[in-house]
């Protein structure tokens, strides 16, 4: 790549769609019904990031090193970009709970019909730090907002089998797992909770 106009354009390229990337973290959750939710976290910053750094590419009055070390940087980007794509890219739920500072947060999660009932997993930590287990909780699905409550499930059968629908109801999870990102078996830090309607005249907390 000694010739610095076809350099110059391959690096514009790879800029145009690290932007494409990031935008569609963003994007890909107005394909849901409902209120949007915002990417967060990991997802938020790696969108952010794949903005930054594909607009930095695409600018041209900069030091050539410079653009190797934003080439560098954007598989960092990348990463998390693409896994909150490829995750929203299928069904998923809103769940509003509360952290331990009682703030207000969107759960974002894979969800799973069995048993009659709906059902979520996660780590166990996740559950216990925002209280979940016999709250009464917000739930967003189907663009309707419901009022649940969840129970925790630790007996390994049940978070084994919790897991196991997840796996084969979502396709990123399988591609994830073929990547190494993503267990295919539950782990011993997981646990599954049931969504079930609250009761009649019971209203979620706030």
Known sequence: M???RRRTQWFT????VSVAVG????AIRLTHEGPYAMPHGGAFIGGLAALLLGG???LSSKPNWMNWCILVLLPVAWSPAAYSILGESEEVI???AFDQDNNRVDLRLWIVEWDDGSWVGMGRGKAISHSLDGAQLEVLRFGDIQCVTPTLHEDRATVSMIHQMKVEKYKVAQIAGALGMYPLK???SMVALRLDPCSEGEVPDT
């Open 13 to 16: 390229a790879v800029g145009t």
């Open 56 to 58: 930095l590419l695409i």
């Open 2 to 4: 000694n010739n610095p």
């Open 94 to 96: 809103s769940l509003y």
């Open 23 to 26: 935008l569609s973290v963003f």
């Open 186 to 188: 539950a782990t011993d």
